[in-house]
């Protein structure tokens, strides 16, 4: 059939009766334009049918699904041997299309509208001459895609609302096929790279994985800054940005070639291309890397942490690095807003640990919540997690001061409950799941912290022993 508008669900059945060893052939859209705006459900008579071809605009046509809800193609049965293939596919649905097995693509996807979503397991292979056409953060494929042939082709995926293709140059051999995936997540690898690469993206990656052939293709990478994270690629520095391998030990820099910033005005997205092929291996993660630290986010936090100082409270944290950073603004929940209560200068750009401390020296009562405000030159902002502190009266160890014991038989302990006592440099000089009281008279005169957890709360006490 062609040529039609299919205005509901298109239900295709087969029985082979007294002939379970021949297959069972549907040809749709073949040689015009079919509209599909319901779902396609296949079925079969159990144990009747070897297999199951459905072929999409074979002869020329075009499979256009453009229905107004999420479409899907769907069997219902357990038959391995299920053939979806497309001619030419239109995607005019905003609301998707869900595929539940495989399918191949043998001439033009044009993905103008609505994401085409994929199981874990499955993939859409596209053959040595077809095409794809108006990918965008609005339509792409979410899930595995496999090329097969000689052509050079960029893969059309993304996921989360976002469209993050790779790209490759054409292999030679025509029995090529590789396999591409994006993740928009931390891959968890850390950051040794080679010696000019300082820093490597922890916010997503590629993979590609040679399924067939000895090609080793050139690569191109895109980003698309605000769906993986603010500043992620600074504007005016993407010379600097690399394309980076794992090799299982390291990040090695693959070199940059053929960058083109935009289509966005401001430099938020754009691709960039390895300087060479890739080395010779059958898969590879790759993701980005910059040859200079104003190229990197302007801090990596390594802790926040509140803690008692006498009856104020310290707060404390470190960076492992900064690019550009001006000053630190401490915020605390106030109302149910955070407000500014205190500043501290930043170390500008610092590829080595740096260590930072305020107090507050008026604690609300109760509860009180804190976050880091970090302010680069340039007058952009990031924000910390949020943390916590709660110092109370009720049930509290004594005598405070005290000279040799301090007693905490006032004090309820759970299965869960933890004490540590620490000095004022950290050190934890004292540790319990329960205890009645604990001796002091070891320790020095001073000012200690004593940490009680209960039910899965921390509550600081300040302690002087005289």
Not at 4 to 25: A, I, M, R
Not at 388 to 411: C, E, H, K, R, W
């Amino acid at each position: 059939v062609a040529g039609d508008v299919f205005e509901g669900d298109v239900n295709l059945y087969s029985d082979q009766g007294d002939s379970p060893t021949l297959g069972s052939f549907f040809r749709l859209a073949d040689a015009a334009t079919s509209q599909f705006k319901g779902n396609i459900n296949i079925s079969t008579k159990v144990g009747e049918v070897s297999e199951i071809k459905v072929e999409f605009a074979r002869g020329g046509g075009t499979a256009e699904f453009n229905g107004t809800t999420a479409q899907s193609i769907t069997y219902g049965g357990t038959l391995s041997a299920l053939a979806i293939k497309f001619g030419n596919l239109h995607m005019k649905n905003s609301s998707g299309l869900n595929l539940n097995f495989p399918a191949t693509v043998f001439g033009n996807a044009n993905m103008q509208f609505g994401v085409i979503q994929l199981n874990t397991a499955d993939s859409i292979t596209f053959y040595t001459n077809a095409t794809v056409t108006n990918a965008n953060d609005l339509s792409y494929i979410d899930g595995k895609v496999i090329k097969r042939g000689k052509a050079p082709f960029v893969f059309p995926i993304g996921t989360g609302g976002a469209y993050h293709p790779i790209g490759m140059s054409a292999p030679t051999d025509e029995g090529a096929s590789f396999l591409a995936r994006y993740f928009p997540v931390n891959h968890n690898l850390g950051s040794v790279a080679d010696i000019e690469i300082v820093k490597v993206s922890d916010c997503e990656y590629w993979t590609l994985d040679r399924l067939a052939g000895t090609d080793n293709p050139a690569v191109t990478l895109f980003w698309n800054s605000p769906f993986c994270r603010t500043d992620y690629i600074k504007s005016g520095f993407e010379g600097d940005v690399r394309v980076v391998r794992w090799s299982g030990a390291q990040w090695n820099n693959l070199g940059a070639s053929n960058l083109q910033v935009g289509p966005a005005a401001d430099g938020t997205d754009g691709n960039l291309t390895a300087a060479g092929p890739l080395p010779d291996a059958a898969s590879h993660l790759l993701t980005f890397g910059t040859i200079v630290p104003d190229n990197a986010m302007p801090i990596d936090l390594l802790f926040f942490q509140a803690t008692p100082a006498g009856m104020h409270v310290q707060l404390q944290w470190e960076t492992a690095t900064e690019t550009n950073n001006d000053y630190f603004t401490i915020e605390r929940l106030h109302d149910n807003s955070f407000v500014a209560i205190g500043k501290v200068e930043g170390a500008g750009t610092s590829m080595s640990a740096m260590s930072y401390h305020w107090t507050d020296t008026r604690p609300l009562s109760g509860r009180s919540y804190y976050r880091l405000k970090q302010t680069d030159f340039d007058g952009r902002e990031s924000y910390s997690e949020v943390i916590s502190f709660l110092q109370t009266a009720d049930s509290a160890p004594y005598p405070n001061p005290g000279v040799n014991t301090l007693f905490l038989d006032g004090i309820s302990f759970g299965e869960d409950s933890k004490i540590v006592l620490r000095d004022i440099t950290g050190r934890t000089l004292y540790s319990s799941h329960t205890a009645e009281s604990i001796d002091l008279s070891a320790f020095v005169p001073g000012i200690y912290h004593l940490g009680i957890t209960t039910n899965g709360t921390v509550q600081w006490y300040p302690i002087r022993k005289e």
